[in-house]
């Protein structure tokens, strides 16, 4: 018995020998794969360094550069500008004020494609921005694109409602195009957007008598220049008009143009 309870013994105190030394290698392994991948992160190749100094001076030095280009470009130096423009926008070419100036500098020293280009580009960001419809309606009115551009200003009016301006040209290029009837209604939306004693009204009514004119309608010509007159005497404009029909608006009420069937206009504010 005693024997065997020794050689028990012994076999137990291997076991455990062996299980301590295989929980030694263990714990021994585990440490190595942790130290390993600490290593491995802490050698793992890393971006370049933030420098702020050096980020800090390209911003400064794009303000100062476009500084200096918006002054040039309000001298009127509008060739000279181009190149500087060019190259700031190869660099920011997401800077839609930039590009708007380059588009401008173009139109005005008389490239019209590049600058329907830069406008074009512009759209595609902001396409329902009034002014930028009205400019391009412009361009596209210079270089004889009649229709296309009546139908860019018609968008910059409808973007803008309250805008006279972009109405008077839609007007204007309505005449030009002898689109009469539709020259006549944007005549009107002006109108209701001038206060009722406004002097400008007289400009638009002449306006709105030489349209007449050209449509031979004598009556409702003399009736608005006859109402013209009435709210400025001394409009050049409607005068010239008053001696193209023949003078005879003397006996005429000013309200007389509103009482025509059809085509009348109506002069009221709003």
């Not at 050209?214 to 007159?229: E, R």
Request: positive net charge; hydrophobic residues 40%; aromatic residues 6%.
């Amino acid at each position: 018995m005693g024997r065997h309870a020794a050689d028990r013994k012994q076999s137990t105190v291997r076991a455990m020998d062996i299980r301590v030394s295989k929980y030694i290698w263990i714990s021994l392994a585990v440490v190595l794969t942790v130290c390993t991948i600490g290593l491995g992160i802490y050698l793992w190749p890393k971006g370049a360094p933030t420098d702020n100094g050096a980020q800090t001076q390209v911003a400064e030095k794009n303000d100062l550069s476009r500084k200096q280009i918006i002054d040039t470009y309000n001298k009127g130096d509008y060739k000279a500008v181009i190149p500087s423009l060019e190259s700031f926008l190869a660099a920011n070419k997401n800077d839609a004020q930039m590009r708007e100036i380059l588009a401008s500098s173009y139109l005005l020293s008389g490239d019209n494609k590049r600058a329907g280009d830069e406008y074009q580009l512009l759209l595609k960001t902001k396409p329902n921005d009034a002014e930028l419809l009205y400019k391009v309606g412009i361009l596209l009115e210079r270089t004889g694109r009649q229709n296309e551009a009546i139908t860019y200003l018609n968008r910059a009016a409808q973007a803008a409602p309250n805008v006279i301006l972009f109405h008077s040209e839609v007007a204007r290029a309505d005449t030009r195009a002898k689109y009469y009837d539709n020259a006549i209604d944007e005549w009107k939306k002006v109108l209701n957007l001038l206060p009722p004693a406004d002097k400008l009204r007289s400009s638009v009514l002449a306006e709105l008598a030489n349209i007449y004119i050209l449509q031979n309608d004598f009556v409702q010509a003399k009736g608005i220049i006859a109402t013209g007159l009435s709210i400025d005497p001394n409009n050049e404009t409607l005068k010239a008009l008053e001696s193209r029909t023949g003078g005879q608006i003397q006996g005429l009420s000013p309200s007389s143009s509103t009482s025509s069937s059809g085509t009348g206009v109506g002069l009221g504010g709003n």
